[in-house]
């Protein structure tokens, strides 16, 4: 079946660096994305949000960049801190219905 | 705005009693609230989706018998875990939509803990 995917599991940045994690997505129905933010033992925290009518949407310090001809996602994080120091995910809405898809997660690590 | 609660945080049963999670909108009302199940280093997976005042659509290989959805009003909906066993132990999220926000967006709830002994 289709689902959203990520390309790197881990990533580990020293403090102050920026991040980039990746996402791929397989269905082609989907119309709007989104990055969640997950802390340990919390519930998903929305950080930024892209429609299919965008390529590229701005945040406080994050970054979402959507390439429909590849099927590919990414979040940008400016001046990474400890505390962005979480697993995040993409989600897709596969076109309709309100149902989001998520993709694996990449837990992020900032070294002090 | 736009926050989402769950209770209880954390709950330890025992095996083959039933446990009810609540799940509730604090400041808006929502239509729609979906359950969501995440093993440990695992991915968010949608169990079902809950419409106030209808019945509940499962995922595929979601037992309904066994996770019972009740979305009686507008700001509540409960998972029922009944029988539960120990595979059963997990992290249950909520989430929901506003009807009167965009309707893309789902705002999450912070999550149960389920331990099945």
């Known amino acids: 079946g289709e689902s959203v995917g990520l390309h790197l599991p881990t990533l580990s940045v020293q403090e102050g660096d920026n991040s980039i994690i990746n996402c791929a997505y397989s269905?082609?129905?989907?119309?709007?994305f989104i990055w969640y933010k997950q802390e340990s033992g919390k519930g998903p925290q929305f950080i930024i949000d892209i429609r299919s009518n965008m390529d590229k949407r701005q945040g406080q310090r994050v970054t979402v960049l959507l390439n429909k001809t590849v099927k590919h996602l990414s979040l940008q994080i400016a001046a990474t801190q400890p505390g962005d120091s979480a697993v995040y995910f993409c989600?897709?809405?596969?076109?309709?219905?309100?149902?989001?898809?998520f993709g694996k997660g990449t837990l992020l690590t900032v070294n002090p | 705005g736009a926050v989402v609660s769950q209770h209880p945080s954390w709950v330890i049963c025992k095996s083959g009693t039933s446990v009810k999670i609540e799940c509730r909108s604090l400041d808006f009302q929502a239509t729609t609230m979906f359950w969501y199940r995440q093993f440990p280093k695992q991915s968010l997976m949608l169990m079902a989706t809950?419409?106030?005042?209808?019945?509940?659509?499962?995922e595929q290989g979601v037992e309904k018998d066994k996770f019972l959805i009740n979305h009686a009003s507008l700001t509540l909906s409960t998972l029922t875990v009944t029988s539960a066993h120990p595979e059963d132990s997990s992290f249950y999220i909520c989430?929901?939509?506003?009807?009167?926000?965009?309707?893309?967006?789902?705002?999450f709830g912070p999550g149960t803990r389920l331990t099945v002994l």
């Open positions: 269905n082609s129905a989907s119309d709007y």
């Open positions: 989600a897709e809405n596969g076109g309709s219905n309100y149902k989001l898809t």
């Open positions: 809950s419409n106030e005042g209808s019945k509940a659509t499962y």
């Open positions: 989430s929901a939509i506003s009807s009167g926000r965009n309707t893309d967006t789902q705002y």
